[in-house]
């Protein structure tokens, strides 16, 4: 049937549109804060989550993915790119196809991209960039960025913004930077409902509650709705 069907005009034409990253955007809170919309960056959030919930057991993210492959899409004419309509520019070509078991035993963090999307949360949240904030202390030889340097800093900053951000987002931020500690003994469940019930379920509350915006508003079911509908017997 797909032959047949006459393809419909898009109402947004890319090629008319100009692009921005969300390295450029970040780093001056103000100028952040101006350019989104407490709602918008919510709705980034829950945007996020659900990419890295659905893709990243697959070959479609790289573990260190972060905000220099984020790109928004910005009308001609319109003052501000549209931050809830985030996309991944991805070299597929240099993506691993192999995942080494050995180099689990000695990082600091089971799933680097649950913690990349940790740092990106918090980010996203305050308009900052991880890297401004990196202490002496969380650099080798007081200079250097190791394995270690994002997830201490992240860490500090989340204990610093506590009373700045909403209890779900607080939540979904510890659950990716403390991803061992909250996922002790289920590793054994379905990685995607631990990331949603962890992760994403805290942000789609927060979403709802402050701004009335719902998960199935953006396109997107919640997981467990479609899981009682495959059990129900229907």
């Not at 019930?197 to 709802?208: A, K, Q, T, Y």
Request: net charge negative; hydrophobic share 40%.
């Amino acid at each position: 049937m797909l032959w047949q069907q006459r393809a419909q005009r898009s109402d947004s034409q890319i090629r008319h549109q100009l692009d921005a990253s969300l390295v450029s955007l970040l780093g001056d809170a103000k100028c952040w804060k101006e350019r989104s919309k407490p709602r918008d960056r919510s709705i980034l959030a829950v945007v996020l989550a659900h990419a890295v919930m659905h893709c990243s057991e697959g070959p479609w993210l790289p573990a260190d993915f972060d905000k220099k492959q984020i790109f928004f899409f910005r009308e001609e004419g319109a003052q501000h790119p549209d931050v809830r309509r985030p996309l991944f520019a991805l070299d597929f070509t240099h993506l691993p196809t192999t995942v080494d078991d050995d180099d689990n035993l000695f990082s600091v963090h089971s799933n680097p991209t649950i913690l990349s999307l940790g740092i990106l949360l918090l980010e996203i949240n305050d308009g900052i960039k991880i890297e401004d904030h990196w202490a002496p202390g969380d650099l080798m030889d007081g200079s250097i960025p190791n394995e270690s340097t994002n997830l201490t800093t992240a860490l500090r900053l989340l204990e610093k913004l506590d009373d700045e951000l909403w209890i779900g987002s607080q939540d979904a931020v510890r659950a990716c930077l403390e991803w061992d500690e909250v996922n002790d003994g289920r590793e054994d469940e379905d990685f995607v409902k631990r990331v949603y019930e962890l992760i994403v379920e805290p942000l789609e509350d927060v979403l709802r509650q402050a701004w009335g915006v719902t998960p199935e508003q953006l396109g997107f079911d919640r997981i467990h709705k479609r899981e009682q509908a495959g059990s129900g017997g229907t």
